[in-house]
């Protein structure tokens, strides 16, 4: 069967198309289907030819299979050491092979290949800090995801939610009018503890423009809410955009390219409509990577740079307490151990290692605070990067992958964790719910707010 | 007066006291009862698969288990579901308070009913998420009046005569005075207005003498006749009171010896203090202690 009913080579570009792949429960028949699922040699070698460029031609071509790669992969290390979860030899087994075959490959290795590109690399990046040569593992993980998914070899969830930026420009089913609404809703909430708390809709010129992560509209829109609250406590003139407020990019974690270049090319539209003077993503760390880091490379922008300053919402917090926008009441301060989780996406990625401690400076009690070993740029990854937090067929591998960051928080005796980032956020909240430790875990907006001197002027009335 | 209730529930053993009083307030009240339930709590990032509340499994939702869910919850109420009162049923997935608050958005009820703390039974799946309790969020939030039946005590019920007012005569307390005085008139209600005067250190900062104690109640009493009485004078029959103790304390003991069918208070709380119930403010203590369905009015 070259195509399968759900499992095939068609990205979805309609929301019947996603409910169709939706009712096809934990995606039985579309990994049955996957099976039997021909593969297009030729279409996959042109790809190769037309995409494939001499950075990652080098890196395959150069690397020493030295192994210093090996104990950098986390996965390597909670894997007992298998030889099979060695970086170099993850990468050279899949894509390497299908460039030396020229295409010419078969399904099965096809599907093993899947396996490897989803659940064994979370594309962290962390092999290419240790690599002598500079060669990045992940990046080129990222690069087979995407010929993997044109194949329409692609966990379910991942073709799906790739399906949802096509349809809605966002990673889940939430509509332009879901988002205003919703962020309205919260702000009305909010508003009777603090007066005059609004959320400025398409507003032109404003300093800020704010993005988010759908989940937050579907599942937690109280963190919409804590964003419009820290904005307003710091006198910000900011605003959010009706349309290109999903700042995400399971399109990203698929490999589905062209789906990538739409979702962030609604942010830029939004950017360009609006003339901010600078975006700010929520606390979500592949969200920025999509759309700060490598987004401008999607949309074909030649200076390599969105079309307004874009900064993480760590760096925004670093600056608003660091110039006193934002007071904190010392006598507030967290005192108790606490960690901090580091997201490869925007600390290995973006160097924003500072921000994040900036941050802790203000809102910690000095002595309370425990760095994770390694951390900053060394620092691993949660366990659920990449799109593995998400993919039920990889789960029990998943599972496995959150041991290192269960041993390094149980190694630092903090039973708090600060994650500012949704994956990683995800992540240790399922090893708690996996392992049990006993711990917490929270994003940096709920525990600022608790500590924030409100100024007299913004105070309720009583 | 209670034309649409949003009764929030588990259905499970935990929501069955809170299941006594919604019906009975369908069934006296012609109400049409919408039975709302949260199925699932969103689990592993993006996907669609949520842990069920009742088997804590993962699970992944779609239609099929959508509507089996639905049919459990109507089979769970059947003996109730006579017919005298119109319901409907509905499930979701997400935070049970936020998704009890959004439903109260779409469908706007006159009242939300939900049981109160649900103890050791479904609790690493409802509360796992989130710091304060489904209970405590839902009341500083909603923007209708919501009935809490926590202890089992407080369901077996006869319906309702006598409302106990509690007041801190803050702006919150006169908006539970207005709606205390309609559910009152609307029922033929009498209404027991009742302020207590914290006399605990901690609140006062020192040991208050007994002259003080009892200056204050008089002020008291005395500004519960001038902002109450002359709207209470509408009513066959109320009363006021005040009385120092702890408060949450004295307002249970005075429910009760008064045999009171319905507290009515304010919520006004600014934040959600903590995920214990037990350590919340003094409506929260109240609704955890009482031996009758408890209201709380926010806005």
């Keep these: 069967m070259p195509e399968g009913k759900f499992c095939n080579k068609k990205p979805i570009d309609t929301a019947e198309g996603i409910n169709e792949l939706l009712s096809d429960t934990s995606g039985n028949n579309y990994y049955q289907e996957m ?69 010419k490959v078969d399904n099965q290795f096809m599907r093993d290949t899947m396996e490897t590109a989803w659940s064994k690399c979370t594309c962290c990046n962390r092999c290419g800090t240790y ?6 593992t992940g990046i080129m993980f990222s690069y087979l995801r995407g010929l993997l998914y044109q194949q329409g070899f692609v966990p379910w969830e991942l073709k799906i939610g790739a399906g949802m930026h096509r349809v809605y420009r966002a ?53 919409l809410a804590e964003a419009a609250i820290l904005f307003h406590m710091a006198g910000e003139n900011w605003t959010v955009p009706s349309k290109g407020w999903e700042q995400t990019s399971l399109a990203m974690f698929a490999g589905d390219w062209a789906a990538c270049k739409m979702q962030v090319e609604s942010v830029y539209e939004a950017m360009e409509r609006l003339k901010p003077a600078r ?64 997201s490869c996406n925007y600390i290995r990625n973006h160097g924003l290692k500072k921000a994040t401690r900036d941050i802790i400076k203000h809102i910690v009690e000095p002595g309370y605070f425990v760095e994770m070993s390694p951390n900053k740029e060394h620092n691993y990854c949660c366990g659920g990067g990449g799109g593995f937090n998400g993919i039920g067929l990889f789960r029990k591998q998943r599972n496995i992958a959150l041991l290192t960051k269960r041993d390094q928080i149980l190694a630092t005796g903090a039973k708090l964790v600060l994650a500012p980032c949704h994956n990683c956020w995800d992540a240790i909240r399922d090893l708690e719910e996996e392992y049990e430790i006993g711990i917490r875990w929270s994003f940096l907006k709920p525990i600022v707010i608790k500590m924030l001197v409100i100024p007299e002027h913004l105070k309720p009335e009583e | ?71 459990e919850v109507r089979t769970y109420y059947e ?52 710091a304060g309790s489904t209970l405590q969020k839902v009341a500083k939030a909603a923007k209708c009046p919501v009935l809490v039946v926590n202890r089992p005590a407080a369901s077996f019920w006869g319906g309702l005569s006598n409302i106990v007012f509690g007041t801190d005569f803050s702006k919150t307390s006169d908006k539970a005075f207005d709606f205390a005085m ?38 008291s009493l005395r500004k519960i006749r001038a902002r109450y009485e002359p709207r209470l004078k509408e009513l066959k029959a109320y009363s006021m009171d005040v009385a120092e103790g702890i408060p949450y304390m004295e307002i249970v003991k005075y429910a009760r010896d008064n045999m009171a069918d319905l507290i009515i208070m304010a919520h006004h709380s600014r934040k959600v203090v903590s995920d214990d119930t037990r350590l919340g403010g003094n409506v929260e203590q109240v609704i955890v202690r009482a031996g009758c369905p408890v209201i709380s009015i926010n806005k």
């Design chain 1, 35 to 103: 099976k039997e699922l021909d593969i297009d040699s030729d279409l996959l070698w042109k790809t190769i030819q037309n995409t494939c460029k001499s950075r990652t031609k080098t890196w395959l071509e150069i690397c020493a299979h030295c192994g210093m790669c090996a104990e950098s992969c986390f996965l390597y290390q909670v894997n007992g050491r298998d030889p099979k979860q060695v970086p170099a030899y993850k990468i050279q087994s899949t894509l390497g092979e299908i460039i030396k075959r020229k295409g």
């Design chain 1, 131 to 136: 690599c002598p040569h500079g060669i990045d």
């Design chain 1, 171 to 223: 990673q889940m089913d939430v509509t332009d009018e879901d988002f205003v609404d919703t962020f309205e809703w919260m702000v009305e909430e909010y508003e009777d503890d603090y007066p005059g708390l609004t959320v400025p809709v398409d507003v032109e010129n404003a300093d800020i423009m704010y993005t988010v992560n759908a989940r937050e509209v579907k599942h937690y829109p109280e963190d």
């Design chain 1, 279 to 342: 975006m700010i993503g929520t606390e979500c760390g592949h969200a920025h990577r999509a759309t700060v880091i490598e987004g401008p490379y999607w949309a074909g922008r030649k200076n390599g740079q969105p079309p307004a300053e874009s900064i993480h919402y760590v760096e925004w917090l670093a600056e608003a307490l660091n110039t006193g926008k934002l007071k904190i009441d010392p006598s507030k301060r967290i005192k108790e151990l606490v960690t901090l989780q580091d």
């Design chain 2, 1 to 71: 007066m209670f034309k649409k209730i949003l009764f929030a529930t588990s259905a499970t053993q935990a929501s069955d006291h809170a299941a006594r009083v919604a019906f009975n307030i369908a069934k006296n009240y012609q109400s049409s009862l919408n039975i709302f339930h949260v199925m699932g709590v969103p689990t592993r990032g993006y996907s669609q698969v949520v842990i069920d509340v009742k088997t804590k499994e993962e699970v992944a939702v779609d239609e099929d288990y959508t509507a089996w869910v639905t049919e």
């Design chain 2, 79 to 130: 003996k109730h579901l006579d017919g005298s009162f119109e319901h409907t049923i509905d499930v979701a997935v997400g935070f049970p308070a936020r998704e009890i608050l959004r439903q109260a958005k779409t469908i706007k009820p006159d009242l939300i009913l939900i049981g109160g703390s649900t103890g050791d039974e479904d609790e690493s799946v409802y509360k796992k998420n989130s």
């Design chain 2, 182 to 219: 309609k559910v009152a008139k609307a029922l033929d209600c009498e209404v027991n207005v009742f302020h207590a005067i914290d006399i605990t250190p901690l609140h006062t900062g020192k040991i208050l003498t007994q002259d003080e104690i009892e200056q204050q109640i008089r002020e």
